[in-house]
């Protein structure tokens, strides 16, 4: 009897090594991540208006996360608004680039719930011809869960050039979810206010998707529409504002 027992606490002790050396080790998230992405989009929007004229924009961001949540990066595009606001006041510039530098840091806030507070600084090189200058820098706080996410941005000086505009504010709400493998759709209803320029103001609509093609890449699209004053929007005889569809492809590193 006491041989049998110890033969069974044998064979079980034997059985439980072998389920837990066929159990891989989950690996700790990597302290450092360092993201970079280039893509391509058939119009550069922001906010529901058109920043490249209709014209395609390359884009390219890097990305820096730290476990602790801290996290920094840049954004560099094409633009073309800068020199159709310039031709249409009657001076010139060369200024056709935006970069965008940013950081901030993410907890989580309750279970599942994750806030995120940081700092976006909008850099456009060669608009010295601009008075006040279009570079802008916005403080903001977000909040996300599940599906949904939503974003609140202060400008702390000037918004995009806008005299007296220090203060204006961008308000998003956000849904994305995966409604069949690989593929993600997406949605957002905002609102920016410009300081002292409620002419200005206005709401953007948005909604699209997204599919995952392996391997880093991703293509979709969207239509985003505002319901933005078209004499404030209108530039050269384009509408900025107005809705559209726009098309992307990107691939990550």
Same mark, same amino acid.
């Given at each position: 009897?006491?041989?049998?027992?110890?033969?069974?606490?044998?064979?079980?002790?034997?059985?439980?090594?072998?389920?837990?050396?066929?159990?891989?080790?989950?690996?700790?998230?990597?302290?450092?991540?360092?993201?970079?992405?280039?893509?391509?989009?058939?119009?550069?929007?922001?906010?529901?208006?058109?920043?490249?004229?209709?014209?395609?924009?390359?884009?390219?961001?890097?990305?820096?996360?730290?476990?602790?949540?801290?996290?920094?990066?840049?954004?560099? =595009?094409?633009?073309?608004?800068?020199?159709?606001?310039?031709?249409?006041?009657?001076?010139?510039?060369?200024?056709?680039?935006?970069?965008?530098?940013?950081?901030?840091?993410?907890?989580?806030?309750?279970?599942?719930?994750?806030?995120?507070?940081?700092?976006?600084?909008?850099?456009?090189?060669?608009?010295?011809?601009?008075?006040?200058?279009?570079?802008?820098?916005?403080?903001?706080?977000?909040?996300?869960?599940?599906?949904?996410?939503?974003?609140?941005?202060?400008?702390?000086?000037?918004?995009?050039?806008?005299?007296?505009?220090?203060?204006?504010?961008?308000?998003?709400?956000?849904?994305?979810?995966?409604?069949?493998?690989?593929? =993600?759709?997406?949605?957002?209803?905002?609102?920016?206010?410009?300081?002292?320029?409620?002419?200005?103001?206005?709401?953007?609509?948005?909604?699209?998707?997204?599919?995952?093609?392996?391997?880093?890449?991703?293509?979709?699209?969207?239509?985003?529409?505002?319901?933005?004053?078209?004499?404030?929007?209108?530039?050269?005889?384009?509408?900025?504002?107005?809705?559209?569809?726009?098309?992307?492809?990107?691939?990550?590193?």
């Amino acid at each position: 009897m006491k041989l049998k027992t110890v033969t069974i606490a044998v064979s079980s002790a034997l059985f439980a090594s072998a389920v837990f050396a066929q159990t891989p080790a989950v690996a700790p998230p990597p302290e450092h991540t360092f993201t970079p992405k280039i893509s391509l989009f058939s119009e550069y929007e922001y906010r529901g208006i058109s920043q490249t004229s209709e014209k395609p924009a390359l884009q390219f961001n890097f990305d820096y996360a730290h476990a602790s949540g801290f996290y920094a990066g840049a954004f560099l =595009t094409n633009i073309n608004w800068l020199k159709d606001a310039a031709k249409a006041s009657g001076i010139s510039t060369n200024a056709n680039i935006e970069l965008d530098l940013f950081a901030g840091f993410k907890f989580e806030l309750v279970k599942d719930i994750t806030m995120d507070l940081g700092y976006l600084r909008y850099e456009y090189p060669s608009s010295k011809a601009f008075n006040p200058k279009p570079n802008t820098d916005e403080l903001y706080v977000g909040i996300a869960g599940g599906p949904f996410s939503a974003k609140y941005s202060y400008a702390t000086s000037t918004l995009f050039g806008v005299p007296g505009s220090k203060g204006s504010t961008f308000t998003e709400f956000n849904w994305a979810q995966e409604v069949f493998p690989k593929f =993600t759709m997406n949605a957002q209803l905002a609102r920016q206010t410009v300081k002292k320029n409620n002419d200005a103001t206005y709401t953007v609509y948005k909604i699209g998707g997204a599919y995952d093609l392996g391997e880093g890449w991703t293509a979709g699209g969207y239509y985003k529409d505002t319901n933005a004053k078209k004499n404030v929007y209108t530039v050269l005889g384009k509408d900025w504002s107005k809705g559209r569809l726009v098309a992307f492809v990107s691939k990550t590193f």
